[in-house]
C-alpha cells in the first residue's frame, strides 16, 4: 500500500475521532433552483485540470441575476483567469496547508450561509476537503473518490481521464 494513502488514513481517522470531520448523509433532497441564491465553485488546484475546466465552463452563464456564484481558484492562476469582480476568491496551495490570501475573502465563505458548494478538483486533497467541510452549506458536490464520503454529500463519478471535459458538463446541469 502506497505510504501517502496510509497517511491520509490516518489523518481522516484521527479527525473523525476528535469530530473535526464526519460522513455526510446519503439522503439530500435538492432544492428548487429558485432556492439557490449562493453557489461556490473551488476550481481545480492543478493546471492542466484548471484549463479544461476553464475551457468547459467558457459558456456558462455565470451572470444570472438570481444566483451569487463564487469562484474559489489557486492563487497560480490568477494570471490565467479574465475574470473580475468582487467574487473572485484565491486560495494559497501549500504542501500541507490551504489558506485564504484574503481575511475579506474568508469572511465571504465561512461566515454567511452557503446555498451550493461544488469542488471541481477530480483529486483528493485532504486540506482542501478539510476547509470545505468548515463551510456551512447544505449541498456540497464533489468528485467521487475514496474518501468523498466524509466530505460532499453529492458525488460524482469521473471519466477515465480524470480531467475530462464531460465531467464538467456535468456539474453545469446540476446549475441549470
Known sequence: MNFNLIKIRLKIMFYLIFGKISKKSAKINFPNHKDIKRAILFFPSNEEAFR?????????????KDI????????????????????????????NNVTFCSLKDKEKLMDKKQDILIDLNTEFNLELCRLINDINCHYKVGFKSDFSDYFFN?????????????????????LM
Open 154 to 174: 453529492l458525488q460524482l463519478d469521473t471519466y477515465n481521464d480524470n480531467i475530462s471535459e464531460n465531467s464538467f458538463k456535468r456539474i453545469q446541469q446540476i
Open 68 to 95: 451569487d456564484y463564487y469562484f474559489v481558484i489557486n492563487q497560480k492562476f490568477e494570471n490565467l483567469i479574465k475574470l473580475n469582480g468582487p467574487n473572485l476568491i484565491f486560495l494559497r496551495y501549500n504542501r
Open 52 to 64: 479544461v475546466a476553464m475551457y468547459s465552463f467558457r459558456d456558462f452563464d455565470f451572470f444570472n
